[in-house]
């Protein structure tokens, strides 16, 4: 047990050695470095997801996660900001509180509200690598992507016919990050639709020979421009801009709304040091007055945020190759997948929002639990996989497991919440009978020489506090899986705990482990 004095006078000694009140984040880093004073102009107000670190600089963990957070940021340029804020400086402590911060690091991502207001904030608790990182905050973008169909294209073109529009015809089932972004950055200017390569009438109408086309349509009589260029973020930006320019991030504050503020943000300072001054005269006589005048807080007060416990969706599986990586391999461990043809059905929406809520509830109670995937019908596998199975229905949700070679299907009568949960429950007990794969689902592996072991590294996924710093050097124990978990017979205290998934490669070393880096979200 750690004794508070001496975890405060630690921090203290800490804090006044050379160097220790340095951020992490250099100038020159692709991470943006945010305080208490700008967090609400750049990130609060910005249009664009962000996730945001909080840390301090003497965090063995914070500076374990720096290169894996930086590599994301680059990954994530111009689609999403990645930030981070020194909660070590005191300009910054009393804000740090306020986000509920009690650890580091703590990675929160923030995701602005659909018609505007507060922004949407939640923890993220997932893997500490650049890729866990960028998957993350790609699933939790707003889409303000419309997907046009042959069926719904005359009513796409005809509303608000003088308003510019762009389409990109694409030939894949899902919407990229970087469309999302730009419809981000066009929204209310330009409205962006996405169409299907297979929407033979839409593809005729507008000539399309290959994949991806974006078409503007600039309104009125105009005609239709088709984009030939680098499909990169800033050259498709400047195309659209011609149409309509791009909204800012952060919006500018108009020029006497600005002065208001800085009259009362003076006001405001005023009355607090005055406040300050007659405490302190009032205390004067008192042995304690001088501590206590000390720790007041001599910045204004801020209005706290408000934090909004909300589960993200799923994650998605977009291509054969990922589905066979995570869940189809002969040493991969149970998935739950989630089939879908439609995703805006209202049975699809049902089902995937109880599996976001199970998985953000498991997550909150720190339990072990396999991963939940949305795998929509059109990628190449699915079909074969769901024949294979006999499984014909709109939405289907089964679990597998390659590695031991079964599966089950769930048979609810609805996709409820507590429908799913039932299920989902009784495979993490073992119960219920499970069916065997049929042949040629699971593909085999070729084996490659196990490289040796290197020296473990200090767990990046734990989080320091000032008082268990030495936290970081323990061992986690190796993750059961469901069905082993279910044969033994653990402490009743720890029965419900679980351990972070194992990243694929330690922090910082992708060179030494062959780890793949984090996929470029720059394509359409």
């Known amino acids: 047990m750690h004794h508070p004095t001496l975890c405060a006078v630690a921090v203290a000694l800490l804090s006044a050695l050379p160097g220790a009140q340095a951020g992490l984040y250099s100038k020159k880093s692709p991470v943006l470095q945010v305080d208490a004073k700008s967090y609400d102009r750049l990130i609060a107000k910005s249009n664009h997801t962000s996730i945001v670190e909080f840390y301090a600089p003497w965090c063995g963990h914070c500076k374990n996660l720096q290169p894996a957070y930086e590599k994301a940021a680059k990954n994530l340029a111009g689609i999403a900001k990645v930030a981070a804020v020194d909660c070590d400086d005191d300009a910054n402590k009393q804000f740090c509180g306020q986000m509920g911060v009690q650890g580091f690091p703590t990675l929160k991502i923030v995701r602005p509200k659909k018609g505007g207001g507060k922004p949407m904030v939640q923890d993220y608790n997932g893997q500490r690598t650049a890729s866990g990182i960028v998957e993350a905050v790609v699933q939790a973008m707003n889409n303000h992507v419309v997907k046009v169909e042959d069926k719904t294209l ?11 529009k762009a389409l990109l015809f694409t ?158 391999t002969e040493k991969s461990h149970t998935c739950v997948l989630a089939f879908v043809s439609n995703s805006e059905s209202d049975s699809a929406k049902k089902a995937l929002d109880s599996l976001a809520q199970l998985s953000f509830k498991y997550a909150q109670g720190k339990r072990n639990l396999f991963p939940f995937y949305e795998v929509p019908t059109s990628i190449n596998g699915a079909a074969p996989l769901l024949k294979a199975l006999d499984l014909t229905n709109e939405v289907e949700i089964i679990a597998i497991n390659a590695r031991r070679g079964w599966w089950r299907h769930f048979e609810g009568a609805d996709f409820a919440h507590t429908t799913v949960e039932s299920w989902i429950d009784a495979i993490r007990m073992g119960e219920g009978s499970k069916k065997k794969l049929p042949e040629g689902i699971v593909a085999i592996s070729v084996e490659q020489p196990t490289p040796a072991t290197p020296e473990p590294e200090a767990d990046p996924t734990a989080a320091d506090t000032p008082d268990a710093t030495e936290a970081a050097t323990s061992e986690e124990p190796t993750p059961l899986t469901p069905e082993e978990n279910a044969t033994r017979v653990p402490p009743e205290s720890s029965a419900t705990e679980a351990t972070d998934p194992e990243p694929e490669c330690q922090t910082g070393a992708a060179e030494q482990c062959g780890a793949r880096p984090a996929a470029e979200h720059d394509e359409l």
């Open 171 to 328: 030939d894949k089932g899902t919407t990229s990050s970087l469309l999302k972004s730009i419809a981000i950055d066009f929204l209310d200017v330009i409205t962006v639709g996405q169409v299907r390569n297979t929407q033979a009438k839409a593809v005729e109408k507008f000539g399309i020979t290959k994949y991806p086309t974006l078409i503007l349509l600039p309104g009125g009589d105009a005609p239709a421009v088709t984009y030939d260029g680098e499909l990169k973020k800033e050259a498709l930006v400047t195309f659209l801009s011609q149409a309509g320019a791009p909204n800012p991030d952060p919006a500018p504050a108009k020029p006497k709304a600005a002065k208001k503020e800085k009259k009362a943000e003076k006001k405001t300072e005023k009355k607090t040091e005055k406040k300050t001054e007659k405490k302190a005269e009032k205390k004067a006589d008192s042995s304690e007055s001088s501590s206590t005048a000390e720790s007041e807080s001599e910045v204004p007060t801020q209005e706290a945020p408000v934090i909004i416990e909300k589960a993200l969706p799923i994650p998605t599986i977009n291509s054969q190759e990922k589905l066979i990586k995570e869940c189809l």
């Open 154 to 164: 005359d009513k796409f073109l005809d509303d608000e016919k003088d308003a510019p």
